[in-house]
């Protein structure tokens, strides 16, 4: 065994850059025996944390397995905060260009276009051509921020399209700024490119002043942890499958089509562990006629992520080590027809995962202001 | 020259600058104290010295006294908390009433906060300028004396109750133990084994529990409370609640057919669920007293009003459906509290399976388990009557965890080395260990570890993560999977067992701030009894008279319990041994003269010291009672109430002091 000296200068770098509880840290081992990347490729969030505080080498490799899923957060009984461990160390090893590979795209794509998709700036409201979709202003009550998932990418494309339809049957008053608006940051946040996130934020929360918005409404829970949790604040936030749950319970939102089939829900990782909404989809669903609503074995705070947090969406996975695979077989595995999500990372990984286990007879993926569209 | 408004008295004023080590000395420069103290007014002379509190230093203070004719000492050192009796007593010695001295806490106010020498001089300057002029209006005060009542409540039946009852008794004192359950023993009558010994704990605990009940200097009164404590050390007026258990002890012989013939099946306590009681029921076998209460919340008469079948069986006519509680006034002059421990619910980690899984069991349930005279009469089995195979036992389940209880229970490593060891020698099973740290600290303990490493128990450094049943394949089908890194090889396990055995975290009991409140103590962090000092007096608390003993202090094993038991008899009987106690002077007193008698102060004062004499019209306030805290002085509309050591013209003199910059 060859030995090493610590190099206390990186730890203390790590420290600095946001990471300093993780002198605290007592090795138990429970964040890697919660983590769901541990069993498939054998990522020790742990043993990076140690890593960390020795300043030793190997950090820069196994920071990028984490999906901030915060599995580990929960169950850590020093309460570390570990994701922002992980957040540290990608900023100290790799800020400014160290990225890897697919990630210096998205990078470069929100750098010059405020979207991690690459899509141009000009066409990000296309999506709403033709659709009654109300502008904001000073007459509407809630702001509804748009995703750049649901304006870029053609299948999440269909969840906004939705979104508007349901918006407006609720009654609900709302509109959109339909110029200005980029990335939340919450995955380049992430990624470790605090400078990056800085400027994003600062030009979504100058938007969201300038318009005067008091009420936020958002389709990703992405966008929602960000601007409850990293925005200056000042306006109200809520995730679309909350405005849906209170349009449901006060009569406005009335789900009247019977749906004779067996769903179950898939807790996003940032809806549920991150921001304990577990409760409003499920009422939702469960107030659609004739459905029949299931629970998979791992739900709530223990739901899988589906791999797709913290930069991972953009990131190859190899077969075999993707959770999305692991977890729509979890959904197949309960009878449910339709595996019903509420975050534009998980549909796209569970779509895929469709095609990959060959199941696309076999379950649906909607998500939850899709299938409420079909049944009001 | 500093301005210091001073009673025309001529005062001579010593001052002792102590050096605490480098405590004190290594941060305030102390010959520039000495020197600026030197020309204060009424300083006679000043002096330092490296350790006031050690003999030398408290000869120099009483040679000074005697040798300058001084009528005040100010000693600048430590905490009041830690040193002022040393002081008081040193100027008694030399003549000088204990409240002519004055204690400047140059340290844990000044330099232990500080780095900043230059500031941390001004401040000594400050707080020595403001004790002189206080100084000036300091008068001696008369210390009285009261009698110590020899009588000693000590409330909680376990192991600590018990051995400090057995000790006081032996000593001849009247010992009123108010236990709350149906019989004494505690926690403790639940254990199997006991480590690292492996003597079984029924073995070494009843014969004491049989003494206890036999004892001609005790009084047990068992299925009690305490509902009012009132009085002063020495002198406790207390109110037990005798609950009404629906059984004439005096007629009830003990012969147990009522509980033969009670229909009633409820979910034993004592077993921890495992197995059932009676609604008329003793603990276990071995109660002490061996007589029957009847739990009314499940006996079908109380219910229903008809049954009566132990009424009906009892020969000696002991059962008294009409029972009420009884409240009983006793005199005592020192209480110890040792009320013990409340297991934590692990339910509240619902990754671990509690209750969600029935081959998951708490600490408690295993020691049943385990017991020969429990539910499974000491096998080892899971819920569909097999042997298990393998068993995981997690550590620091609610311990050593900020989301539930930060500190660390401290008996778990080694119950879990205990069970392991039962486990191996009652089944075939394997024995798996998930640890953070093995804490073996006490005598015998490091070697019994090394003993189950012998017998070939597998140790796993890593927190269990989770449980559950969730089966991979054939060959964990019907088990639990216990998910967790082993951190010394880096490796992911998950191990198929069929049985988890939880160490759930130790709590003080869920009503102790209740019973905090009534002794009129405190509870620290987590929640157990404050002591007063966590090394030099931890059976003793804030509250004079009133101790403490065994896990309700922390989480505490069996050796160290009974050693708190042992140290509070000790403190109690030093206490009744000298048969009275000094009162402390400072307390308030009324102005008969100025008082109103608007009764305002009555309902303000924290320890009920007031009353209202009707005939004079005025406040009356108990010396003995009185802690001086000043409450009633602040408060009195007619300044008619001052507390003596602490008046306003001493008070003010001091602020002048501190606040007067030099000129």
């Known amino acids: ?78 309460g570390l905060p570990i994701i922002d461990v992980v957040k540290a160390a990608r900023t100290v090893f790799s800020q400014g260009g160290l990225l890897p590979g697919p990630l210096r795209n998205v990078v470069g794509s929100l750098v010059s276009k405020g979207c991690p998709w690459g899509g141009e700036k000009e066409v990000r409201y296309d999506w709403m051509a033709g659709r009654p979709v109300p502008d904001f202003g000073p007459d509407k009550e809630n702001l509804y921020f748009t995703c750049c998932t649901y304006a870029y990418d053609p299948r999440n494309r269909k969840v906004g399209e939705a979104t508007v339809e349901v918006l407006n049957k609720a009654g609900l008053s709302w509109g959109v700024v339909k110029t200005g608006e980029v990335c939340c940051g919450e995955a380049v946040n992430k990624m470790g490119e605090t400078e990056l996130f800085g400027k994003l934020k600062d030009t979504n929360h100058k938007l969201f002043v300038d318009h005067k918005a008091t009420s936020i409404i958002t389709g990703s829970p992405h966008c929602y942890h960000t601007f409850t949790k990293e925005y200056p604040g000042g306006y109200k936030v809520r995730h679309i499958s909350q405005v849906l749950a209170d349009a449901v319970d006060s009569g406005k939102l009335k789900l009247s089509k019977s749906l004779l089939k067996k769903i179950t829900f898939h807790d996003p990782c940032y809806l549920g562990r991150h921001n304990g909404i577990y409760d409003e989809p499920r009422a939702v669903l469960k107030a659609i006629p004739d459905a029949e609503f299931v629970e998979m074995p791992r739900n709530r705070e223990d739901s899988l992520c589906c791999g797709g947090g913290g930069g991972k969406i953009w990131m190859e996975v190899p077969a075999g080590e993707r959770l999305s695979d692991f977890r729509v077989q979890e959904a197949i595995d309960t009878g449910a027809q339709i595996l019903v999500v509420d975050c534009p990372y998980c549909l796209t990984n569970f779509e895929d995962s469709r095609k990959v286990l060959n199941a696309e007879d076999k379950i649906q993926v909607m998500d939850l202001v899709e299938l409420v569209k079909t049944v009001i | 020259m500093a301005k210091i408004t001073k009673k025309p008295d001529k005062e001579k004023i010593g001052v002792f600058l102590c050096h605490c080590g480098t405590n004190i000395a290594g941060v305030v420069d102390i010959p520039a104290l000495a020197g600026y103290t030197r020309d204060l007014p009424g300083v006679e002379m000043v002096d330092e010295y490296k350790f006031m509190c050690s003999q030398p230093g408290q000869d120099l203070i009483k040679d000074s006294i005697k040798k300058h004719k001084l009528t005040k000492v100010i000693v600048a050192a430590c905490s009041p908390l830690m040193h002022e009796n040393t002081f008081r007593k040193a100027c008694e010695e030399a003549g000088l009433n204990r409240y002519c001295f004055i204690m400047v806490n140059n340290r844990e106010h000044n330099s232990w906060v500080t780095e900043d020498k230059a500031l941390a001089l001004q401040k000594a300057k400050d707080l020595i300028r403001g004790a002189v002029a206080r100084a000036f209006w300091l008068e001696p005060l008369e210390v009285k004396e009261v009698g110590v009542n020899p009588n000693v409540l000590i409330l909680g039946g376990g ?30 009558a639940k254990f199997d084994k006991t480590f690292p010994t492996l003597d079984c704990a029924a073995c070494i605990l009843t014969p004491k529990m049989v003494s206890v009940g036999q004892h001609p200097n005790i009084k047990l009164w068992n299925y009690a409370e305490v509902d009012e404590v009132s009085g002063f050390v020495g002198n406790f007026k207390v109110k037990v609640r005798h609950k009404a258990t629906s059984v004439n002890f005096e007629k009830c012989t003990g012969c147990g057919i009522c509980q033969e013939k009670c229909p009633v099946k409820r979910p034993s306590e004592f077993d921890e669920g495992l197995g059932n009681r009676k609604a008329i029921y003793t603990l276990f076998a071995q109660a002490v007293p061996n007589k029957p209460v009847i739990d009314r919340v499940n006996c079908t008469y109380y219910i229903k009003g ?101 500190y660390c229970s401290r008996v778990c490593c080694m119950y879990a080395l205990k069970f392991a060891h039962l486990i191996k020698e009652k089944t075939k099973a394997h024995v798996y260990n998930f640890y953070i740290d093995m804490r073996c600290f006490g005598k015998g303990y490091e070697e019994f570890y090394h003993r189950l490493l012998e017998e070939n128990v597998t140790f796993i450094r890593g927190k269990a993560a989770s449980v559950t049943d969730r089966a991979e394949n054939e060959s964990e089908s019907g088990k639990l999977i216990v998910m967790g890194e082993d951190t010394l090889s880096q490796k992911l396990l998950r191990l198929p067992v069929d049985m988890v055995i939880l160490t759930n975290a130790i709590e003080p009991q869920l009503d102790a701030q209740e019973v905090a409140r009534k002794f ?71 102005d008969e003269e100025l008082c109103s008698g608007c009764e305002i102060c009555l309902s303000l004062c924290p320890y009920q010291a007031i009353s209202h004499n009707a005939e004079k019209k005025i406040s009356a306030i108990n010396d003995a009672l009185c802690k001086g805290c000043g409450t009633c002085a602040a408060a009195c509309p007619s300044k008619a109430i001052f507390a003596r050591h602490y008046t306003n013209q001493q008070i003010l003199a001091e602020l002048e002091g501190v606040l007067n910059e030099r000129i």
């Open chain 1, 1 to 78: 065994m060859q030995a090493v000296t610590p190099y206390l200068e990186v730890t203390d770098a790590i420290m600095e850059a946001g990471g300093e509880k993780l002198k605290t840290c007592l090795q138990c081992g429970a964040c890697t025996g919660s983590c769901p990347w541990a069993p498939v490729n054998g990522f020790s969030v742990r043993s990076m944390i140690r890593l960390s505080q020795f300043g030793l080498e190997g950090i820069e490799k196994m920071m990028w397995e984490c999906s901030t899923c915060k599995q580990c957060e929960v169950r850590c009984p020093q």
């Open chain 2, 306 to 406: 008809k049954c009566k079948v132990c009424e009906k069986f009892c020969e000696p006519k002991a059962i008294d459906f009409e029972m009420k509680d009884s409240v009983e006034e006793i005199e005592v002059g020192s209480i110890i509290l040792a009320t013990g421990f409340h297991l934590w619910e692990a339910g509240q980690m619902p990754e671990l399976g509690m209750g969600k899984y029935p081959n998951v069991l708490t600490s408690l349930q295993f020691e049943r388990m385990s017991n020969s005279s429990g539910p499974t009469l000491g096998k080892i089995l899971l819920k569909d009557g097999r042997e298990p195979e393998s068993v995981a036992i997690l550590h620091c389940t609610g311990s050593r965890d900020v989301n539930y209880h930060e």
């Open chain 2, 520 to 590: 009129k103590i405190s509870c620290a962090g987590g929640g157990f009894f404050l002591e007063k000092h966590p090394k030099l007096a931890p059976v003793a608390t804030a509250s004079d008279g009133v101790f403490i003993a065994g896990a309700c202090q922390s989480p505490k094993d069996i050796p160290d319990t009974v050693a708190q038991g042992q140290a509070a008899a000790s403190a109690v009987f030093a206490l009744t041994q000298r048969g009275k106690v000094e009162l402390e002077a400072t307390t308030a007193i009324v």
């Open chain 2, 159 to 188: 192991i600590a109750g018990i051995q400090a009852a057995l000790d006081l008794a032996e000593s001849g004192r009247t010992v009123y133990l108010v236990e709350r359950e149906q019989s004494i023993g505690g926690n403790m």
